[in-house]
Structure formats: C-alpha cells, structure tokens
C-alpha cells in the first residue's frame, strides 16, 4: 500500500466507524439515518480505494440510496419515531450479551484467519465487462433465481398492504 | 491534441507535470483534482449568474413581459443585484428547528450536485475522470439528491416543509425507475458506460437521439421531474404546500438551495447533451469551433428548453405525477429495453434501428395513450358518490 492509499484508507476507515458509532449512540433516529449515509459514503471510498469501481457505486445507489429512503419512509409512516426519536428499550442486558458474543466471534475468525492473499486465484478483472460476464454467463442461474425471489417478495408486500 | 484550444493548452497536465518532481504522489493527485475543481467552477460560476439571466428574460418574454430591464444593459446585473439582496436579508432560524440538520441541508445539498459534474465530457480530453462505470456513477450521484431536501424538510419543524420532502421522496423513488431504464436501451447500444465512449460511439454511428427516441422522452421526463421543475414541482408547489421543504429557510441558506438547482439543470441538460445529442460532436457543417464550445452551446440549449417546458405547462397534481411514471413511462422503457435487445442481437444497420425506433416511439406513445386514455393521470378514488336519499 503506498502513502497515498495509506492515507485515504485511515481517512475513510475512521469516517466509517465514527459515523457507525454515532448511528448506534444517538437517541434521535432521524440523525441516526443521517450517520448510516456517511457511514455507506466511506465504505464506498473504501471499494474506491481498493479498484472496486462498480462495487462502490451500487453500495451509493442501494445503500445510501435505496435503503435509507426506504428508511425515511419507514420513519414517516411511523408517527413515533418522528416525535420520540428513539426510545431507550428494556432489553439491554441480552443486546449486550449478544453484541459482546458476536465481537468474541468475530474476533476469534480475525486472529485465527490466515491472512494470506491467494496470487493466483485472486481477481484481476475489475472491469465492468468481467463483472457481466460473471453475473449472465457463468453464474447466471444463482442471478435469475435471486430475481424470481426478489419479485416473489415484492407481490407478497403488494398483496399485503392491499388486504 | 497536445498545446490546442481544444483543450486549454492542457494547462492541468502542464502543471502536474511541472510539480511531478517535487511532490510525493499522493500530493499531486490532490493537485489534479483541485485544477479540475477550480475548473469546473470557472465554468459554473459564470453559468449560475447566466442561467438566472436566460430563465428570467425568457419567462418574460414567454408571459408578454420584459423581464429584468433595469440593472445593467438588458438587465444582465440582474443576477449580481439579487446575489447582493439575498446575502443582505436577515438569515432566521426559526424556533423549534433541529439547528444542526438544518443548517447542513444547504451545504450537502451542493454534494450530489457537484459530484455529478466529475464524468460530464466537455471534450475528447477534457473530463476529470473517465470512470469505467460512467453512467452507473450519474445514477448513484442523483440517487443521493433525496436526502438534503429531506434533511431540510424535516429539521424545519414545518408541516408544509415535511408535506414537500414526502412528496419529494414518493416523486424520486417513481421516477428513478424510468430514468435508469431509458438509459439501459442506450448503453446496449454503446456496449458501454463510459460517457467518452458513449460520445464516440455517436461520432462512428448516427446521434443517439436518432436511434433511441423512445429513450430520450423518458429520460428528458424522469429527469426534469427529478430537477423538481414546474410541470413536475409538487415538491415546492406554491399554490398547496408554499414553498415545499425550503419554506423556512431565508437570506443565504434559501440561495443556496436555489443555486443548487440551476446547477443540476446544467448536469442534466448537459447529460441530456452528452448522451443522446453527440456531446462535444459538432454539427456537420461547423467544424472550425472547439469541442467545449459546441458541449457548452448544447448544455445552455438545453437548459432553455427547460425554461420553455416550464413556461408552457401546468403543474400536475401529485397523483398525476405518480401515474405517468408507473402506468406511462415504465411500460414504455421496458418495451423499449426488449426491442432495442433484439435490434442489437441482430445487428441492425444504425439507419435502420434509427427507422424502426422512430415509428415505435411515435406509434408507442400514441398507442399506449390512446388504449389507456386519461387513466394514467386521472385519480381513482376521487369519484363522486351519491347521497343515498333520506326515506321520509
């Protein structure tokens, strides 16, 4: 890694987690969304910096986009998140528990983990072009079967809101 | 191409150049971007002053007026008077608003805005970054512009201004959706995303608003209701919601909203320009002027089309709005994706998908308006129901 993506990295990855903390801490969920776009925006810098063009434009237009405007819609339909903001939950003990069993995990797989890059199997084609043929020619069944599923759930929630 | 007007004498690449001894890398990547910033806003600056000049005269005109005649010749200080008013006036902040939001939704409002102008080809060289994923990158950028006018919407502690910003999220999620299929049909065309490719492709075949039509009135429609414009600015509609989610907002902040939105009408229409109209191609005859010239006559082309639409049309009613995007331009950008599928499988001559596309647009539009008449924009449930007659 050389200065330049040394530095955009530590920029990015302290963007990331501050604003992931935030997102987490603070008690009004409007401002909460806000954090979880700027948190999305660097973990988009991120695929940027690692040559993932196409990667970090999706995570902007399904994330940043899609997910926090169905977000805001969520908390507009909601009457009591707009005047309440967040309220404090009873079920701080098992958050706790389960939050502190998931780092253990995760961390235990980040130690163990050899973290050797695999030359030679590791992808070079970042192109637009290699990611296509991938998507329609070798894995094209597991993307169909993804898009019948995604259009199931969509007439389900149609069906729902029109019972 | 190398010491031409056709690309400022590529002074960018001069100066990294020059510096390319004494700065580490990741300094002069820093340098390159801030030319192309200080570039972009050469061309900008100048243009928001231009732009309010053009849309005010043409309104004028367009409502048998003079428009702006008093400051300057023709009124052309116009702009700078008002520039000069509006820093003047008091900025409130009204009670009960959530400061912090509120006073950042100007600010990142600019965000979307700017980040658009990174891919837009002003000529064969002059674009700050050829992205591979070019058009995927416009989608991205434009899908972001919901969340400042929600912001402002939402921190103003004002019905009206929360009533805009809904109305703004249901207006950008519909229309999102013919936007970026109009442009699919256009990429199977190029077999790229690349906006430079995009261009080129067009030199070595007809204009693309020859050979997709279809596409080029889906996207002019999807993205002027994107720029919450006039026939589609239920957003800020005066007569119902007063100013929509600017209601609150006064003196410096208010301007930047409004300064905002001269400058996503520039990035569409010079989308518009770069996409469907041969970006900085010239027209057959006039060779002689340089390429940024002909994009920039294009962009400000455009945006006066944009003035005259506005001057021109009602606005529609936020229901109407709805319908024509998901009963009209859907159906429409989906048989288009399917027969500019097959006309690419094929391998047409451009003349003749350019013959074929022509006649479905015209019989499309027709068609599809004739069989499902007015029901697009006509509203369901608003039906009169009868009294039922009291039984003496």
């Given at each position: 890694?050389?200065?330049?993506?040394?530095?955009?990295?530590?920029?990015?990855?302290?963007?990331?987690?501050?604003?992931?903390?935030?997102?987490?801490?603070?008690?009004?969920?409007?401002?909460?969304?806000?954090?979880?776009?700027?948190?999305?925006?660097?973990?988009?810098?991120?695929?940027?910096?690692?040559?993932?063009?196409?990667?970090?434009?999706?995570?902007?237009?399904?994330?940043?986009?899609?997910?926090?405007?169905?977000?805001?819609?969520?908390?507009?339909?909601?009457?009591?998140?707009?005047?309440?903001?967040?309220?404090?939950?009873?079920?701080?003990?098992?958050?706790?528990?389960?939050?502190?069993?998931?780092?253990?995990?995760?961390?235990?797989?980040?130690?163990?983990?050899?973290?050797?890059?695999?030359?030679?199997?590791?992808?070079?084609?970042?192109?637009?072009?290699?990611?296509?043929?991938?998507?329609?020619?070798?894995?094209?069944?597991?993307?169909?079967?993804?898009?019948?599923l995604l259009l199931v759930a969509m007439i389900g929630a149609i069906?729902?809101?029109?019972? | 191409?190398?010491?031409?007007?056709?690309?400022?004498?590529?002074?960018?690449?001069?100066?990294?150049?020059?510096?390319?001894?004494?700065?580490?890398?990741?300094?002069?990547?820093?340098?390159?971007?801030?030319?192309?910033?200080?570039?972009?806003?050469?061309?900008?600056?100048?243009?928001?002053?231009?732009?309010?000049?053009?849309?005010?005269?043409?309104?004028?005109?367009?409502?048998?007026?003079?428009?702006?005649?008093?400051?300057?010749?023709?009124?052309?200080?116009?702009?700078?008077?008002?520039?000069?008013?509006?820093?003047?006036?008091?900025?409130?902040?009204?009670a009960g608003v959530d400061k912090w939001v509120f006073w950042l939704?100007?600010?990142?409002?600019?965000?979307?805005?700017?980040?658009?102008?990174?891919?837009?080809?002003?000529?064969?060289?002059?674009?700050?970054?050829?992205?591979?994923?070019?058009?995927?990158?416009?989608?991205?950028?434009?899908?972001?512009?919901?969340?400042?006018?929600?912001?402002?919407?939402?921190?103003?502690?004002?019905?009206?201004?929360?009533?805009?910003?809904?109305?703004?999220?249901?207006?950008?999620?519909?229309?999102?959706?013919?936007?970026?299929?109009?442009?699919?049909?256009?990429?199977?065309?190029?077999?790229?995303?690349?906006?430079?490719?995009?261009?080129?492709?067009?030199?070595?075949?007809?204009?693309?608003?020859?050979?997709?039509?279809?596409?080029?009135?889906i996207f002019f429609i999807s993205a002027s209701a994107e720029l919450?414009?006039?026939?589609?600015?239920?957003?800020?509609?005066?007569?119902?919601?007063?100013?929509?989610?600017?209601?609150?907002?006064?003196?410096?902040?208010?301007?930047?909203?409004?300064?905002?939105?001269?400058?996503?009408?520039?990035?569409?229409?010079?989308?518009?320009?770069?996409?469907?109209?041969?970006?900085?191609?010239?027209?057959?005859?006039?060779?002689?002027?340089?390429?940024?010239?002909?994009?920039?006559?294009?962009?400000?082309?455009?945006?006066?089309?944009?003035?005259?639409?506005?001057?021109?049309?009602?606005?529609?009613?936020?229901?109407?709005?709805?319908?024509?995007?998901?009963?009209?331009?859907?159906?429409?950008?989906?048989?288009?994706?399917?027969?500019?599928?097959?006309?690419?499988?094929?391998?047409?001559?451009?003349?003749?998908?350019?013959?074929?596309?022509?006649?479905?647009?015209?019989?499309?539009?027709?068609?599809?308006?004739?069989?499902?008449?007015?029901?697009?924009?006509?509203?369901?449930?608003?039906?009169?129901?009868?009294?039922?007659?009291?039984?003496?």
């Open positions: 890694m050389d200065t330049g993506t040394a530095i955009a990295f530590y920029i990015l990855a302290g963007l990331t987690t501050i604003s992931a903390i935030m997102v987490v801490s603070l008690r009004n969920i409007f401002h909460s969304v806000l954090f979880l776009v700027l948190s999305f925006a660097g973990i988009a810098g991120i695929y940027v910096t690692l040559n993932a063009e196409f990667v970090a434009a999706i995570q902007v237009l399904i994330y940043a986009g899609a997910i926090v405007v169905l977000m805001l819609f969520a908390m507009m339909l909601t009457t009591n998140a707009m005047t309440e903001g967040n309220p404090a939950g009873h079920l701080r003990p098992p958050a706790m528990l389960t939050a502190f069993l998931f780092f253990i995990t995760v961390a235990y797989v980040g130690v163990v983990t050899p973290w050797q890059p695999r030359a030679a199997s590791a992808p070079t084609d970042f192109s637009i072009n290699g990611i296509a043929d991938l998507l329609f020619n070798v894995y094209v069944l597991p993307f169909e079967i993804s898009s019948v069906v729902l809101a029109r019972d | 191409m190398n010491g031409d007007i056709h690309n400022f004498f590529n002074i960018d690449g001069a100066i990294v150049s020059a510096l390319s001894g004494i700065l580490p890398a990741w300094a002069l990547v820093i340098v390159a971007g801030l030319i192309g910033i200080i570039a972009l806003l050469v061309f900008l600056v100048p243009s928001q002053l231009a732009t309010i000049w053009i849309e005010r005269k043409l309104i004028g005109r367009f409502q048998i007026r003079y428009g702006p005649n008093r400051v300057g010749l023709f009124g052309l200080l116009q702009p700078l008077a008002d520039a000069v008013k509006i820093v003047g006036k008091e900025s409130i902040t009204p939704a100007p600010i990142v409002t600019f965000i979307p805005a700017l980040l658009v102008y990174a891919v837009i080809p002003f000529g064969p060289n002059l674009i700050l970054a050829d992205l591979d994923i070019g058009i995927l990158y416009l989608i991205s950028i434009s899908s972001l512009g919901v969340i400042p006018v929600f912001m402002a919407g939402w921190s103003s502690n004002n019905k009206y201004a929360l009533l805009g910003a809904m109305r703004s999220v249901a207006q950008m999620v519909s229309y999102e959706i013919p936007l970026v299929l109009s442009i699919i049909s256009v990429v199977m065309m190029t077999g790229s995303l690349k906006i430079g490719e995009m261009v080129s492709f067009q030199a070595d075949n007809l204009w693309m608003f020859l050979l997709q039509p279809l596409a080029l009135l919450n414009r006039t026939p589609m600015d239920i957003v800020e509609g005066e007569s119902e919601i007063i100013a929509g989610y600017h209601t609150e907002y006064s003196g410096f902040k208010f301007s930047m909203f409004y300064v905002a939105e001269y400058t996503n009408v520039l990035a569409v229409s010079a989308i518009l320009s770069a996409v469907f109209f041969g970006g900085w191609l010239s027209a057959p005859i006039l060779d002689l002027l340089p390429a940024w010239l002909w994009f920039i006559a294009k962009i400000y082309f455009f945006f006066c089309v944009f003035v005259w639409i506005r001057a021109t049309l009602p606005r529609m009613r936020a229901d109407q709005l709805m319908g024509l995007a998901w009963k009209f331009l859907l159906p429409l950008a989906l048989v288009n994706i399917l027969v500019t599928g097959i006309e690419v499988y094929m391998n047409l001559h451009p003349l003749l998908i350019s013959f074929i596309n022509i006649a479905l647009a015209i019989g499309l539009v027709a068609g599809w308006s004739e069989l499902i008449g007015n029901r697009a924009v006509r509203n369901e449930r608003r039906q009169y129901i009868p009294v039922v007659p009291v039984v003496r």
